[in-house]
């Protein structure tokens, strides 16, 4: 009955210990992937010379690491009524537009008509206006005198791509543990990414 119950014992204790070295490996892994990520940093560059895009790697974070690391993060969420215990995984990006646009300037005459004690006056304005649209921009603008009033309207389409690869290969087999990747893409081409992360709640 003894030998029974150390037996069982000892697998209690074996198994608690297999356990405990188990999560200690899992967070040592979790450990060097974030520092991997954070060391690799975020990859920028361009499809076939014009579509912009950037690539990053997960980093796995608890909720006070997010809050401790990323107060951003926390700030955010709170806004869209979203907790910290419900969050999932959270990617941010953003990008730079820069235009160079050259058109000439339009003349334009008004006449204006007024009547004042029976009389009609009239009076020519003269203004200036630039109008210039494509794809991703809808460009306009007036010139009165010395007052200048623009509208600009521009498009976008940004496309978020989550994957994951294996870092080793040989001959055509991958291994090794998995890296989660975001790749992000910009297709206008007026745009460049600027920012871009990953993070994914432990």
Known sequence: MNITVKFWQFLLIISILV?????????????????????????????????????????????????????????AIEQMSVKMRQLERYSAVSSAANYQLANRLQDTVIVLQTVIEDRIIRDTVKFQYIRYSDEWIDFFQTIVADSAHTSIQTRDSIAIVQSWTRPNKFLFVRWGRKNHIQTVTNANPHATITYSVYIEKK
């Open 19 to 75: 356990l405990f070295f188990a999560k200690i490996r899992k967070d040592n892994n979790r450990l060097s992937d974030n520092f991997d990520a954070l060391a690799k940093g975020t990859e920028y560059f361009r499809i076939n010379d014009s579509i912009s895009a950037a690539r990053s790697e997960r980093i796995l974070l608890d909720n006070a690491q997010i809050k401790a690391h990323f107060p951003e993060i926390k700030a």
